[in-house]
């Protein structure tokens, strides 16, 4: 058998995880909101019509943060339509995605669901076709206790307690063609550091979050990101980063070594903010919020037959790729990007919930099934809470058709808060398993008391209402006769390990 070996030191350190980073992103768009987190009639609708079965499945992921409305979606989103008597609100037509909005669900409702659900709101405002004031004014009518006329109106509307959504995002992808209200990065850069002035002097205890480039080869990427910091560098907390990866090319090794692009974008994000810092001789850090992330790919064809066929529907069934058992390995590795970068990465909101490229599907009336893509986030977001630490990983490397020098074995490990390990590790090698050894040195007495492996002899496997088990994680042996960890031909593996003082 190939080997491997992780040597984890009890003092080498990357960062304490912050939990925000296994958050979600709810947008208007598709079957997420309608049908989707919100069925009313459904035999498992609550009083307010949100599926019971959706939010157990939500509790089992345990966002921290949920990023809404959008997305495409908030540049035409005037957020006032989206409040008061849900009959009297418009319907309106939305640009982005070609459908009709009809505001049935909104800042109300939506707050009630997170509070469902046990997470808190990331609020997205429309910078692409509105300003700086109707930015102000959402977080007035949300954030602000009483006695103004929109924070009345809230009282009014039913909340008399403040919403105190801390977590505020500047537009989206506002430097993409497609983006309504597009923007050069100086015109965004000044709306965004306008708009943020005003959203803090209401409430100061809030944090937002520019816009970055849309994806790491947006012919702007970097560019962009610096020209937007020089201008609102001391207003804003994160910039955002968005990655979708796809196998468009049918390359298994070559589409999973491309999870190492995370790598890379990260590390130019980074080194971005960190160059305005330095330049503007500012004491502050900015963080990255990978407030969009996951594979996306397999409906894009389709979905533009959907959007013809019934132009500005309700409810239309985009964006929703069936995810086989490649992309959840893929899915395994941006998780494990995001630990080994949580010194930086303080958000990520894997997009998206519920059957608009999400992790889990529903049915209209029917049942609700995990897809392959749910396993890897639900144990990284169960046990990959703590400090994630610092492994040398030393393995064997390959070339694909696009990617060189790829780690075969990409992996983080975590010391959990209870006095656990979880290490996270991909084994990238198509046919050959690899024996890990574990060099733990200053842990001391230790034992490998679990090992979970999400691994199917078909890449293309997927998981389907009739048939959900297909492709789903199984304990092993957790080690080899000599305590080694065997990491299978194309898997991902987590690993429990009790340090016994
Ligand atoms: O998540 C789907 C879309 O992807 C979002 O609306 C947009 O922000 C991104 O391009």
Same mark, same amino acid.
């Given at each position: 058998?190939?080997?491997?070996?992780?040597?984890?030191?009890?003092?080498?350190?990357?960062?304490?995880?912050?939990?925000?980073?296994?958050?979600?992103?709810?947008?208007?768009?598709?079957?997420?909101?309608?049908?989707?987190?919100?069925?009313?009639?459904?035999?498992?609708?609550?009083?307010?019509?949100?599926?019971?079965?959706?939010?157990?499945?939500?509790?089992?992921?345990?966002?921290?943060?949920?990023?809404?409305?959008?997305?495409?979606?908030?540049?035409?989103?005037?957020?006032?339509?989206?409040?008061?008597?849900?009959?009297?609100?418009?319907?309106?037509?939305?640009?982005?995605?070609?459908t009709?909005?009809?505001?049935?669900?909104?800042?109300?409702?939506?707050?009630?669901?997170?509070?469902?659900?046990?997470?808190?709101?990331?609020?997205?405002?429309?910078?692409?076709?509105?300003?700086?004031?109707?930015?102000?004014?959402?977080?007035?009518?949300?954030?602000?206790?009483?006695g103004?006329?929109?924070?009345?109106?809230?009282?009014?509307?039913?909340?008399?307690?403040?919403f105190?959504?801390?977590?505020?995002?500047?537009?989206?992808?506002?430097?993409?063609?497609?983006?309504?209200?597009?923007?050069?990065?100086?015109?965004?850069?000044?709306?965004?550091?306008?708009?943020?002035?005003?959203?803090?002097?209401?409430?100061d205890?809030?944090?937002?979050?520019?816009?970055?480039?849309?994806?790491?080869?947006?012919?702007?990427?970097?560019?962009?990101?610096?020209?937007?910091?020089?201008?609102?560098?001391?207003?804003?907390?994160?910039?955002?980063?968005?990655?979708?990866?796809?196998n468009?090319?049918?390359?298994?090794?070559?589409?999973?070594?491309?999870a190492?692009?995370?790598?890379?974008?990260?590390?130019?994000?980074?080194?971005?903010c960190?160059?305005?810092?330095?330049?503007?001789? @500012?004491? %502050?850090?900015?963080? /990255?919020?990978? #407030?969009?992330?996951?594979?996306?790919?397999?409906? $894009?064809?389709?979905?533009? =037959?959907?959007?013809?066929?019934?132009?500005?529907?309700?409810?239309?069934?985009?964006?929703?790729?069936?995810?086989?058992?490649?992309?959840?390995?893929?899915?395994?590795?941006?998780?494990?990007?995001?630990?080994?970068?949580?010194?930086?990465?303080?958000?990520?909101?894997?997009?998206?919930?519920?059957?608009?490229?999400?992790?889990?599907?529903?049915?209209?009336?029917g049942?609700?099934?995990?897809?392959?893509?749910?396993?890897?986030?639900?144990?990284?977001?169960?046990?990959?809470?703590?400090?994630?630490?610092?492994?040398?990983?030393?393995?064997?490397?390959?070339?694909?058709?696009?990617?060189?020098?790829?780690? @075969?074995? %990409?992996?983080?490990? /975590?010391?959990? #808060?209870?006095?656990?390990?979880?290490?996270?590790? $991909?084994?990238?090698?198509? =046919?050959?398993?690899?024996?890990?050894?574990?060099?733990?040195?200053?842990?001391?007495?230790?034992?490998?008391?679990?090992?979970?492996?999400?691994?199917?002899?078909?890449?293309?496997?997927?998981?389907?209402?009739?048939?959900?088990?297909?492709?789903?994680?199984?304990?092993?042996a957790?080690?080899?006769?000599?305590?080694?960890?065997?990491?299978?031909?194309?898997?991902w593996?987590?690993?429990?390990?009790?340090?016994?003082?």
């Amino acid at each position: 058998m190939k080997k491997a070996k992780m040597i984890l030191e009890k003092d080498f350190q990357i960062s304490p995880i912050d939990n925000r980073i296994y958050g979600a992103f709810v947008e208007h768009l598709g079957r997420c909101v309608y049908e989707g987190i919100y069925e009313p009639g459904h035999p498992l609708a609550d009083e307010q019509g949100f599926r019971k079965d959706v939010m157990e499945y939500v509790r089992k992921w345990n966002p921290s943060v949920v990023r809404y409305p959008g997305g495409n979606f908030v540049s035409g989103f005037k957020w006032e339509d989206s409040i008061g008597p849900v009959d009297q609100r418009p319907k309106r037509l939305d640009l982005a995605w070609k459908t009709t909005e009809t505001n049935e669900i909104g800042i109300h409702e939506f707050y009630d669901w997170t509070k469902k659900v046990g997470a808190k709101p990331m609020y997205a405002v429309n910078l692409g076709t509105r300003g700086a004031l109707e930015a102000k004014e959402v977080v007035e009518y949300c954030n602000h206790a009483s006695g103004t006329y929109l924070s009345d109106l809230r009282i009014k509307n039913g909340a008399k307690d403040p919403f105190d959504i801390k977590l505020w995002c500047l537009g989206n992808e506002m430097d993409h063609p497609n983006q309504t209200g597009q923007k050069t990065a100086f015109e965004y850069g000044r709306l965004a550091n306008e708009a943020a002035k005003m959203m803090k002097r209401v409430d100061d205890t809030i944090e937002t979050v520019v816009c970055g480039s849309t994806y790491y080869y947006s012919p702007t990427f970097a560019e962009w990101e610096f020209q937007v910091l020089n201008e609102c560098y001391e207003n804003v907390d994160y910039v955002s980063s968005h990655i979708y990866h796809g196998n468009f090319t049918n390359d298994t090794a070559d589409y999973l070594a491309g999870a190492s692009m995370l790598d890379d974008y990260l590390h130019a994000v980074i080194a971005a903010c960190d160059a305005v810092k330095g330049k503007k001789h @500012e004491k %502050k850090t900015l963080n /990255v919020s990978l #407030d969009e992330w996951n594979v996306w790919y397999h409906s $894009v064809e389709d979905d533009e =037959k959907i959007k013809q066929q019934s132009p500005w529907g309700t409810a239309l069934p985009i964006l929703q790729d069936v995810y086989n058992f490649e992309d959840a390995l893929m899915v395994g590795m941006t998780l494990i990007s995001m630990l080994r970068r949580a010194d930086r990465v303080k958000i990520g909101c894997m997009a998206q919930l519920v059957n608009v490229i999400a992790p889990m599907m529903t049915r209209k009336g029917g049942g609700i099934w995990a897809q392959t893509t749910f396993y890897p986030l639900i144990q990284a977001s169960t046990y990959g809470r703590g400090i994630s630490l610092l492994p040398q990983i030393n393995c064997d490397r390959y070339d694909t058709l696009t990617y060189t020098d790829v780690e @075969e074995v %990409k992996a983080a490990a /975590v010391l959990n #808060d209870d006095g656990h390990i979880t290490i996270f590790a $991909v084994n990238r090698n198509l =046919k050959d398993d690899i024996a890990m050894n574990l060099d733990l040195r200053s842990f001391g007495k230790t034992e490998v008391i679990e090992h979970s492996v999400l691994h199917h002899d078909d890449f293309k496997a997927v998981n389907t209402e009739a048939n959900p088990n297909e492709v789903v994680p199984h304990n092993v042996a957790p080690t080899l006769e000599d305590g080694a960890i065997k990491l299978p031909a194309a898997s991902w593996n987590m690993i429990r390990i009790k340090i016994n003082q």
